[in-house]
């Protein structure tokens, strides 16, 4: 018999998993050893959600800090020094 659910047992689909191994996988390496793949696996589910949506805003606020500022266009960049164009000999 089929189940009308499309599954027969319940477990995760291979999407799931992915994203699961790969949620973990991105607390473990940018927790900076903070945490091992054994805690992280063993947390439980809306603390994992909580600790990788932390860290998420976290990096992301850090690579705006770093992003350079663009400038407007056809603004001068540098020192706002103007020449003198009179000559430099002086008149006897």
Sequence with gaps: MICPLGSTFFGLTPEDRKNLFSQIHEIVFNGKGGYSWTEVYNMPIWLRRF????MKLYYEEEAKAHTPKTS??????GPDIK?????????K
């Design 51 to 54: 600790t990788f949506e932390k």
């Design 72 to 77: 407007p266009k056809n603004q001068t960049l």
């Design 83 to 91: 020449p003198n164009y009179s000559s430099a000999r002086s008149k």
